[in-house]
């Protein structure tokens, strides 16, 4: 849920893992849990294509609600460009 639009080199064909989000840290820090977590690599082609949709829907999404849709530097966002919380997927998947 983490992952950033400045993450994403699609010219360069990069994706890079150095940042990390959890729901609370009472250290303000969102930081990897190492320097091994950060890494650069080509995203797979299916996953390069669902970025590029994304990219697409944010725009849609934007022009569609106006001054209501929330700027954001997170990918995941929902349709007010609000992001998701880091357990969002846990939370769907379990049914709470």
């Known amino acids: ?21 959890v729901q609370y840290r009472s250290d303000g820090k969102n930081r990897m849990k190492n320097k091994s977590s950060c890494r650069t690599m080509p995203p797979v082609p299916q996953y390069r294509e669902l970025l590029l949709r994304m990219q697409e829907r944010k725009a849609t999404c934007k022009e ?27 939370t769907i998947s379990s049914g709470s």
């Open 1 to 21: 849920m983490g992952l950033r639009w400045s993450a994403i080199d699609f010219e360069g064909n990069t994706l890079t893992v150095d940042h990390t989000v």
């Open 64 to 90: 569609f609600c106006g001054n209501c849709y929330t700027e954001s530097e997170y990918i995941y966002v929902n349709e007010l460009g609000i992001p998701y919380k880091p357990n969002f997927v846990s």
